[in-house]
Structures are given as structure tokens and as C-alpha cells.
Nanobody, 122 residues
């Protein structure tokens, strides 16, 4: 069992940066691939980024490539999402999730955090 808690969301102007953190409980964190997803009002939850259990492999949605960076620190049981050059269309609730299998589909993730709001003003 893994419990996930996101933090770091907030209000930022377009072009600014935020770093989201996802703290995981349990000693099995390093066994899980981690992903970040987001859900804007009236839209479906969508994939943002994923990282393998070792951190050696990452994957990004086209809409965030070159602007967002996913990373993890297994010693701290924490995953991160560094978001640069933020745009108003990045406004959403951001969720971290854990998966034994990894991937970009929502159904591939077993554990979810409660989400953190990111609002980008123009």
C-alpha cells in the first residue's frame, strides 16, 4: 500500500515556474513507477509525465515537453514535477500516481494522491 500526498501548487503568472512534490509513504516507493496527471475544469484527466522506478526512463505529454521535468528521489520517497514557462492552459488540478507497471494510461496506475491546484494567470 502506498499513500501519496502532493504539494507545491499555487497561483503563478504566465512564464513562471512551480515545482510540485509528491511524498509517498511506505518502503515500497522505489518499486513503483510514478506519474503526474492533470485535470482542468470540464475536461478529462490527462497524462503529463511519468518516470520509471529507477528514474532512468521518463516520458512526457507533447504539450509539456521541453517545459516540464519529472524526477524522483527514492531515498526521500518523493517524486517531483518541475514546471517552467507555464501557460494559462496548464491550469488544472495536478495528481501524482504510482504504478507497478508504469505507462501513460490512467488505468495503469494503482495509487493516487488528492491533487494540488495549479493556476496560471495571463
Amino acid at each position: 500500500q502506498v499513500q501519496l500526498v502532493e504539494s507545491g501548487g499555487g497561483l503563478v503568472q504566465a512564464g513562471g515556474s512551480l515545482r510540485l512534490s509528491c511524498a509517498a509513504s511506505g518502503r515500497t516507493f522505489r518499486s513503483y513507477a510514478m506519474g503526474w496527471f492533470r485535470q482542468a475544469p470540464g475536461k478529462e484527466r490527462e497524462f503529463v509525465a511519468a518516470i520509471s522506478w529507477s528514474g532512468g526512463s521518463t516520458n512526457y505529454a507533447d504539450s509539456v515537453k521541453g517545459r516540464f521535468t519529472i524526477s524522483r528521489d527514492n531515498a526521500k520517497n518523493t517524486a517531483y514535477l518541475q514546471m517552467n514557462s507555464l501557460k494559462p492552459e496548464d491550469t488544472a488540478v495536478y495528481y501524482c500516481a504510482g504504478s507497478i507497471r508504469g505507462g501513460i494510461g490512467l488505468g495503469e496506475y494503482d495509487y493516487w494522491g488528492q491533487g494540488t491546484q495549479v493556476t496560471v494567470s495571463s
